[in-house]
C-alpha cells in the first residue's frame, strides 16, 4: 500500500510539470487531535499551480512520527498461544501501543494583497484530505519458545478516512530566491474505515475526528 501511495503522490505532484509555472515545496508539519494530548511531528511536500496571480491549486502530502500510548491510561492484555497442543493455560503479555498519521489534501487558495507571484500576501481556501492511520502493537518479551501471538491476533491496523477542511496563511517571496511560507489548517474527517479490531482499539485512545495542522516552509518555483 505504501508504494502506491508514494506512487499516487509522485504522479500528482508532477502530473501538471508542463503548465508555465509551478511550485515545489517543502516544510516542517505539526499535526494535532482535537482532545488528543500528545502532537504528531513530520514533514510536508507539494505542489502548487497558479491560475493567476490571486489564485493557484495546490496538492500536499504529509508524513508524520508514531506516538505511542502513555502507559499510565493502561494496557489491555496480548493472549499468547501456547506452543505445545497439550499446554491449555492461559499466558498474556502487555505491550506497547502506536499510532500515526499520513495525510494527502488538495484543494484551492484565494491571495489577497501582493499575490501568489511576489512580496507578502495572505492566502486562505478549502480543501478535501485523504487519511491513513497506522496502528500497531508490539508486545513486551515473552519465551518464543514455549508461546506466540496466535495468527486471529493481528497486531498492525489502519484507518482509512476522508475529510473536508479549511486552510489560511501567510507568504514572503524573495526575488531569485523562493517563498517562505506558513499555513494552518483545520479539518473534519467525515468518513473512517478500521480495517480490524486493533485499529479500533486504539482509535479510542489516539484518534479524533478533528484534527489541526500546521506547516512552516519553502516553496521553489519553476518556470
Known amino acids: 500500500m505504501c ?4 506512487l499516487v503522490i509522485f504522479v500528482c505532484l508532477f502530473s501538471f510539470s508542463s503548465e508555465a509555472q509551478y511550485g515545489l515545496s517543502g516544510g516542517v508539519s505539526l499535526l ?27 496538492i500536499k502530502a504529509s508524513f ?5 500510548l502513555d502507559p499510565s491510561l493502561g494496557s489491555p ?27 494527502i489534501n488538495g ?24 487519511v491513513i492511520n497506522q496502528a500497531k502493537i508490539k508486545a513486551d518479551g515473552f519465551d518464543q519458545s514455549k508461546y506466540r501471538i496466535p495468527a486471529t491476533n493481528s497486531l498492525n491496523g489502519t484507518i482509512l478516512n476522508l475529510g473536508i477542511g479549511f486552510s489560511g496563511g501567510a507568504k514572503y ?29 486504539l482509535a479510542s485512545f489516539f484518534y479524533s475526528p478533528v484534527v489541526f495542522s500546521l506547516t512552516l516552509g519553502f516553496r521553489k518555483d519553476l518556470y
Open 3 to 6: 508504494k502506491n501511495l508514494y
Open 32 to 58: 494535532k487531535g482535537f482532545g488528543v494530548p500528545k502532537p504528531y511531528v513530520g514533514f510536508s511536500l507539494g505542489g502548487e499551480f497558479p491560475r493567476d496571480n490571486e489564485s493557484s491549486f495546490f
Open 64 to 68: 508524520y512520527g508514531k506516538n505511542r
Open 77 to 103: 492484555p496480548i493472549y499468547l498461544e501456547a506452543l505445545d497442543p497439550n499446554d491449555f493455560s492461559i499466558a498474556s503479555v502487555s505491550g506497547n501501543r502506536f499510532f500515526n498519521y499520513t495525510t
Open 107 to 130: 484543494g484551492m487558495r484565494y491571495y489577497i494583497l501582493d499575490g501568489y507571484d511576489t512580496g507578502f500576501a495572505l492566502y486562505g481556501g478549502s480543501n478535501v484530505m485523504g
Open 173 to 201: 517571496t524573495i526575488p531569485a530566491v523562493g517563498t517562505l511560507f506558513f499555513d494552518a489548517e483545520v479539518d473534519y474527517l467525515v468518513f473512517s474505515l478500521p480495517s480490524n479490531q486493533t485499529a479500533s482499539d
